[in-house]
């Protein structure tokens, strides 16, 4: 019996796991252990996490009899960093042990959502087993070796060798689709994720297509994906619950509502923040006999306002875009402030690698603090502000010899 959302091949290869994490959500719900999510405060994160909360919430329903139960069992958190930081692990930890003490709570399952397979979450998650609690991780980034040791289970494709067919919430979804049929929309969600993430796989596609049977155009899916993503912002590391149902829910009553609220306004902080991109970014064509390559500096601490909308990777990912959409040619673009750089690069530039840059820098600047990640051609670093321009410096000549 296939209970999959669409036919794929990776996701043949990934049924044994994502059958696992299932069936431990099933059992963590049936012995009362109660369960945190963990989610990257992205749309991909919201969508992961909401997708495994719309399977976990009716079985909830039936083995609690009292409603008031419920919050004590169930906690979904968004993640400001990329990587389970230190500091929400403590938060995590003390607090299912003051439960533990006051309740007699199980230790938790802990779903770690979008985030959680980079060196930077090992502490944290090895805290939280430390007191006992289970920990999963679904994420979708390069994952270190030492987080398959620590983890109870470990959801990412990279293991399958699909290095971007699948984002988080793609994944989550098929998890609740296992868990529970009768989830309406799930499609949807995996659909938003897939487009927030820029995943241009034949599983995005059959969930694009999925979701054109009901109606819905990829229009809709990007202005949610969109509005979601400025939702998170917004909402840093506070949570809610009703508005993020209703947005990653085609079919609520509020849906519409809310994207017609916003999207007006969150386009035109988009339209503003490109023009001023446009305007004050330093742009080189690069020309060698047969094609131009571009290389795109955005100054964050000068070209955006304080903390508005959109978030400093979406700076540079909308530049990104529109410079590859107009130029048709390869592009990198990084945005840079005082201690910390954001890439994009088109991925036929074969030679570019975050990972690489990473490396290069530590090499070369052993004081620097040079850390960070994320994908092949997306992904940020940080560092120390002493440092940036000998940093600026090692990335300008690492660009300008792959463009050349
Ligand atoms: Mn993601």
């Known amino acids: 019996m296939n209970k999959c959302l669409i036919k794929s091949n990776n996701l043949e290869k990934l049924q044994t796991v994502l059958h696992k994490v299932a069936e431990a959500i099933k059992e963590a719900i049936k012995e009362k252990r109660p369960i945190l999510i ?12 909401i997708a495994l909360q719309q399977a976990i919430m009716p079985l909830l329903y039936k083995a609690h009899a009292r409603e008031r139960d419920m919050q004590h069992y169930y906690t979904r958190l968004p993640s400001l960093t990329p990587y389970y930081d230190n500091q929400d692990a403590l938060r995590d930890v003390t607090n299912f042990l003051i439960d533990k003490k006051q ?45 398959q040791e620590v983890a109870d289970i470990l959801l990412n ?16 979804a098929e998890i ?50 969109i509005c979601i ?19 990653f829910n085609p079919d609520s009553a509020n849906h519409k509502q809310l994207i017609k609220l916003f999207s007006d306004s969150i386009n035109e902080k988009m339209k503003k923040q490109l023009e001023s991109n446009l305007f004050y970014a330093k742009i080189t064509h690069l020309q060698n006999t047969m094609l ?13 306002k304080g903390n508005e909308y959109p978030r400093r990777g979406k700076c540079v990912g909308m530049m990104q875009d529109y410079m590859q959409r107009t130029n048709k040619v390869p592009v990198i673009t990084i945005g840079y402030s005082k201690d910390a750089i954001t890439f994009r690069s088109s991925t036929e530039i074969q030679e570019f690698s975050i990972d690489e840059i990473i490396k290069l820098l530590q090499q070369k600047l052993p004081g620097a603090q040079v850390d960070g990640g994320g994908h092949r051609v997306a992904g940020s670093i940080s560092f120390i502000p002493q440092a940036f321009d000998d940093v600026k410096k090692i990335v300008d000549e690492y660009v300008e010899k792959i463009l050349k």
């Open 229 to 247: 993503d400025y939702f998170g912002y917004e909402l840093g590391n506070k949570e809610s619950n009703d508005m993020l149902v209703d947005l």
């Open 103 to 147: 309740f007699q709570h199980k230790e938790p399952l802990i779903i770690i959502c979008d985030i959680g397979t980079t060196k930077q979450s090992i502490t944290g998650i090895k805290l939280a087993k430390n007191y006992d609690a289970k920990i999963i991780v679904i994420d979708h980034h390069p994952p270190d070796k030492e987080i």
């Open 176 to 225: 609740a689709n296992i868990i529970n049929q009768d989830i309406e929309a799930l499609y949807f969600i995996a659909a938003v994720a897939g487009y927030a993430d820029k995943v241009k796989s034949e599983e995005y596609m059959q969930y694009l297509e999925l979701c054109k049977d009901k109606g819905i155009t990829e229009d809709d899916i990007s202005t949610a994906a």
């Open 292 to 304: 131009s390559k571009i290389y795109v500096e955005l100054d964050l601490e000068k070209i955006k």
């Open 157 to 172: 494709p990279h293991l399958i060798k699909s290095d971007y067919d699948f984002c988080t919430g793609m994944m989550c």
């Open 38 to 49: 963990r989610h990257h405060a992205d749309t991909d994160g919201y969508a992961g996490a």
